[in-house]
């Protein structure tokens, strides 16, 4: 006698709000996207200064998360890139102990440095390796505290599909502890910035210059 088990993971069956959410920033922009409002659970009351919650044991924050996952884009280098990914627990009171996180990128495959994490390559085809398993180190954060953060860098080396424009750079999918974390909205991405309006003005000067030139030039002769 055989059988077959198929496990899947249910949203719906879980509850109807997330239970972590995704921060991302990058060097080549001011800009420090934020988990979406209200993604965990009931939006705080706002004021003028700050959100104002009832929750006791949640972090008050826009999100109510307990969990966030922040991927700031750290650094270039000529034939690598740095990611500094943070985990910050915002439950004043439970500690996640072995906690996992998993995520989803093209260029895991390109992987080649893990500071401060274990690391396991999780659904590999062939070559492609898009998604990675990372978790804590024994005696050192295998353990994520209460009102605490676990922190790690990644490096990896700039593959043939390299680039930093169109969010290329930052992650698909985020997991911690089985759970998908909620993104920002695409629209929401740190850009790279546009070409300044001082360059584009040098160049229609450039333009005026040669023709002013050409225009003495001919007057002189």
Known sequence: MTWQVTCSYSQTAVGPFRSCCVCLSTFYSRTIVECPDCTCGACPARTSTAPQCQDAEIRCT????????????????????????SINNFNRFKNFTDWNLVFQHPSLQELTQVLSFAYEPLVQRGTINDTGLFWGLPSFNQMLPQDGTV?????????????????????????FDGSECTMPPPDDFPQLPSSSPVQRFSGGHRWLASGAVLVLGLLLT
């Not at 826009?62 to 740095?82: A, D, L, S």
């Not at 790690?152 to 997991?175: C, M, N």
């Open 151 to 175: 922190q790690t860098e990644v490096l990896l080396r700039k593959g043939k599909d390299f680039s930093f424009s169109g969010g290329w750079a930052l992650p698909r999918k985020i997991y």
């Open 62 to 85: 826009g999100h109510m998360c307990p969990i966030r996952v922040h991927w700031h884009v750290k650094k270039r280098y000529t034939e690598y890139w740095r990611v500094k990914l």
